[in-house]
């Protein structure tokens, strides 16, 4: 799939946990697992939205297009 889910690297950069994460944009773990992971089909706005929020940054830090 082009579209690359980079959720572990801001999690890295920004020394939080999944368990946090999950928390702070009340997503459960499984949810949040599956979108870290790039196996989610889709992402709602307001997902993003929140992930962002939590993490302090763009969509464009989380997700990234590779022409394959």
């Not at 999690?11 to 009340?26: F, G, H, I, P, Y």
């Not at 773990?29 to 709602?44: D, E, M, V, Y």
Request: aromatic share 2%; with cysteine; charged share 25%.
């Amino acid at each position: 799939m082009p579209i690359v889910v980079n959720l572990d690297v801001m999690m890295a950069k920004r020394k939080m946990s999944l368990n946090e994460l999950s928390q702070k944009v009340d997503l459960t773990l499984s949810n949040l697992s599956i979108l870290k992971t790039g196996k989610a089909k889709a992402i709602r706005f307001s997902t993003l939205e929140a992930i962002c929020k939590a993490l302090d940054c763009q969509p464009a830090d989380i997700l990234e297009y590779l022409e394959g």
